[in-house]
């Protein structure tokens, strides 16, 4: 079974920190994902990569840089954390044509 | 761009069947469809997916529209624990999902 772990469940930060969103996925997936989630405005992709190294933008990258040196292994970054970025984080995986798995999801407060 | 248009919230009577609504004019001939859905507090979970021919699996069954313009998914008897935001997404490299359709399940 696909397992896609984010690095914490719930995680606290102030304004101004460097902050990492750590994802691992476990079925040698090309392509991963980060989405954030707010109340009434659904899933947004932030980046995404399909292959190590290489990444692409999605419809809100401001604020956010990412890193996959690893296949398993998708990083989001907060270069200086501010309170708008307070939210839901979800990482997701997926090969091809194949379902997306996500993980439980990071629930982020910036102070 | 595979835009998806879906209803922002339908409702249904526990028991009884529901077809979920979307449709995706733009897509392109080789993407698949996807629908996923998401319960409260929770990450999206996968439900179905398809290319031309309809499909049926343990949760649900996938009607595709001869020219694959639209998708009905369809949940043969809702229960409560089916309450969610459902979502209809082309597969693509980028995966963008649309605001989906919330269903409210009626005891």
């Known amino acids: 079974d696909v397992k896609v772990t984010q690095s914490s469940r719930y995680l606290v930060k102030r304004t101004g920190e460097k902050v990492f969103l750590e994802c691992v996925q476990d079925?040698?997936?090309?392509?991963m994902f980060w989405y954030r989630q707010d109340p009434g405005l659904g899933l947004r992709l932030i980046y995404f990569?399909?292959?190590?190294?290489?990444?692409e933008k999605g419809d809100i990258p401001e604020g956010y840089s990412v890193s996959r040196e690893k296949k398993e292994r998708f990083s989001l970054i907060l270069e200086s954390a501010s309170t708008n970025q307070t939210s839901m984080y979800l990482c997701a995986s997926k090969e091809g044509n194949q379902p997306q798995h996500f993980g439980d999801g990071t629930r982020l407060s910036i102070l | 761009d595979a835009k998806t248009t879906q209803p922002n919230s339908m409702e249904s009577n526990e028991e009884e069947p529901v077809h979920l609504p979307c449709n995706h004019s733009?897509?392109?001939?080789?993407?698949?469809i996807h629908w996923y859905r998401q319960l409260p507090s929770q990450g999206p979970e996968y439900v179905i997916h398809?290319?031309?021919s309809n499909v049926n699996n343990r949760m649900a069954s996938l009607a595709i529209a001869e020219d694959r313009k639209s998708s009905t998914l369809i949940l043969h008897r809702a229960t409560l624990r089916d309450a969610a935001v459902y979502y209809c997404i082309p597969v693509r490299n980028d995966m963008r999902f649309g605001a989906g359709t919330r269903l409210t399940v009626k005891p």
């Open positions: 398809g290319l031309t």
């Open positions: 079925m040698d997936h090309e392509n």
């Open positions: 990569s399909y292959d190590v190294k290489m990444k």
């Open positions: 733009t897509i392109s001939g080789t993407d698949y």
